[in-house]
């Protein structure tokens, strides 16, 4: 089932040809700054995305390993990406809330969980890996 989503304004749109597997929730630093608390994300391969209004789109390296794109019109957070080698590279990390229908979507991982602010929780039987163990599971450290 094909899945869409686009910016506030609409200058970017996107198509993702693939089954959303998984809802991820960030608790890393970077993503509270960058989305103003939590980042409620789902991975898609590069192959099954398709962007119409790209040269709207303006990406920030954030890391080493990835970057961070935005709607230069708007500036809506439209996706992560993994741009360093090992197991996803190349793979886009969309918004939950930038998709046009969010049903049938259920979180099914926390990660840096360690970084999570006090005020919430989220319920739920789901992994909950620490900053070391994220980074270790997609070869970033020992």
Avoid at 2 to 14: E, M, P
Avoid at 18 to 26: D, K, L
Avoid at 112 to 128: E, I, N, Q
């Amino acid at each position: 089932m094909a899945r869409t989503g686009r910016c506030l304004c609409g200058a970017v749109s996107y198509t993702i040809d693939a089954e959303i597997a998984a809802v991820e929730a960030c608790h890393c630093g970077m993503c509270q700054r960058w989305s103003g608390g939590i980042h409620l994300g789902f991975v898609a391969a590069s192959a099954a995305v398709r962007f119409e209004g790209a040269d709207n789109i303006t990406c920030y390296p954030s890391s080493d390993w990835a970057e961070r794109a935005f709607c230069r019109t708007c500036g809506t957070h439209l996706f992560y990406r993994f741009t360093g080698e090992g197991p996803g590279s190349g793979d886009y990390s969309f918004g939950v809330g930038g998709l046009d229908d969010r049903t049938g979507l259920a979180l099914e991982k926390e990660i840096y969980v360690d970084c999570k602010p006090d005020a919430y929780t989220l319920s739920g039987a789901h992994p909950r890996l620490t900053e070391q163990e994220f980074l270790k599971s997609i070869g970033f450290a020992d």
